[in-house]
């Protein structure tokens, strides 16, 4: 059961990861996620410090032994008071069934500022004709002064047409 958790978080945000190996970064969350940081008696340093113990020299990365490893390690410190192996079953089973939790990763940020500087029916002068009503942009109409070629113009005062004003004055 802890092996499916540890398969779960050593391929989290790695493509390439195969699921048999974690890195540092993805130990740090599980250890988080799983709340064995709890910021008093472990913290993200002793957690890092561990890693680095139990990874050979010149890996970056955990196979799932040295991952149990690790959590030997840490269980006690989590744990205080407790026998080795009791620490190690509680450890266990904060761990068993958890799966990367996606809390706080990149939410669209829709804050009252941007609310404010979006909202077209605040804007003013030549701005607030580029959008209708509803608030929906006009698009080229709304930037640009389209002629209007339909021949009709709006101050001409007078009866019959052009032609027949010039040909009989």
Do not use: W
Not at 9 to 20: L, Q, S, Y
Not at 51 to 70: D, L, P
Not at 102 to 127: C, I
Not at 129 to 141: H, I, Q, T, Y
Request: charged share 30%; aromatic share 8%.
């Amino acid at each position: 059961m802890v092996e499916t958790s540890f398969q779960k978080f050593a391929v989290h945000g790695d493509t390439k990861a195969t699921g048999k190996e974690m890195n540092g970064k993805n130990f740090a969350k599980i250890c988080k996620d799983c709340l064995i940081i709890d910021g008093k008696n472990v913290t993200t340093t002793d957690v890092d410090i561990v890693f680095s113990k139990v990874k050979a020299k010149t890996a970056r990365v955990i196979t799932f032994e040295q991952f149990n490893q690790a959590l030997t390690e840490l269980a006690p410190k989590r744990f205080k008071g407790k026998s080795k192996e009791e620490a190690v079953q509680q450890l266990y089973g904060l761990i068993v069934g958890k799966e990367p939790a996606n809390a706080g990763v990149t939410k669209v940020a829709k804050a009252a500022a941007v609310d404010r500087l979006t909202d077209a029916t605040k804007y003013t002068g030549s701005h607030k004709e580029r959008f209708d009503d509803s608030g929906k942009g006009k698009g080229k109409a709304g930037r640009e002064n389209i002629p209007d070629t339909s021949g009709y113009v709006a101050a001409y005062k007078g009866s019959g047409t052009y032609e027949e004003k010039v040909k009989n004055p």
